[in-house]
T-cell receptor, first 111, second 112 residues
Framework: DAKTTQPPSMDCAEGRAANLPCNHS???????VYWYRQIHSQGPQYIIH???NNETNEMASLIITEDRKSSTLILPHATLRDTAVYYC????????????FGKGTKLTVNP | KAGVTQTPRYLIKTRGQQVTLSCSPI?????VSWYQQTPGQGLQFLFE???????NKGNFPGRFSGRQFSNSRSEMNVSTLELGDSALYLC???????????FGPGTRLTVL
């Protein structure tokens, strides 16, 4: 079972920031938070991951709360091409633990 | 660097047949995982291979099998196809076991 809870859907206006929340209240100390997205019928695309510090890359920012029980993925300037299902996943790094995908959040960016 | 490639991209089979899907990982990646995606069950892990050895297996019947070759390419096989096997089959590769995974475009299998 997925260890995360996400809202099923969200809307965002083009050009605005999209903030996607994720709850992972049972996360353990060695587990990372990963974000992937899947544009319709394509393979999932890695976005970002982090352990406890906030992370930023060319695609997005990841804000993890101090208690690590929740996080927010931020797309700073959403475009229509960001419309996708966004998955928040927790897993330990290394070893053979598989990715467990929940239902994700369907983000729709509107013009 | 080329991404993960999967062949074929689309496939139509009938019940009772078997099918083999192929995955070529990113050059240098040694771990390959397979996932099944259906509208009802979402994305589910099938199995992971690393250095030609199956490291992890999801909760799927024995009709689903796979293997990895010495060049890290992988195949998965589904025997005695059922209607419920219709799905998007995704392959993902990573540099090392448990590392960040890069997904291919998937193979869309339709069982009639």
């Amino acid at each position: 079972d997925a260890k995360t809870t996400q809202p099923p859907s969200m809307d965002c206006a083009e050009g605005r920031a999209a903030n996607l929340p994720c709850n992972h209240s049972t996360i353990s100390g060695n587990e990372y938070v990963y974000w992937y997205r899947q544009i319709h019928s394509q393979g999932p695309q890695y976005i970002i991951h982090g352990l406890k510090n906030n992370e930023t890359n060319e695609m997005a920012s990841l804000i993890i709360t101090e208690d690590r029980k929740s996080s927010t993925l931020i797309l700073p300037h959403a475009t229509l091409r960001d419309t996708a299902v966004y998955y928040c996943i927790v897993r330990s790094q290394g070893g053979s633990e598989k990715l467990v995908f929940g239902k994700g959040t369907k983000l729709t960016v509107n013009p | 660097k080329a991404g993960v490639t999967q062949t074929p991209r689309y496939l139509i089979k009938t019940r009772g047949q078997q099918v083999t899907l192929s995955c070529s990982p990113i050059s240098g990646h040694r771990s390959v995982s397979w996932y099944q995606q259906t509208p009802g069950q979402g994305l589910q892990f099938l199995f992971e291979y690393f250095s030609e050895t199956q490291r992890n297996k999801g909760n799927f019947p024995g009709r689903f099998s796979g293997r990895q070759f010495s060049n890290s390419r992988s195949e998965m096989n589904v025997s005695t196809l059922e209607l419920g096997d219709s799905a998007l089959y995704l392959c993902a590769s990573s540099l090392e076991e448990g590392g960040r995974e890069y997904f291919g475009p998937g193979t869309r299998l339709t069982v009639l």
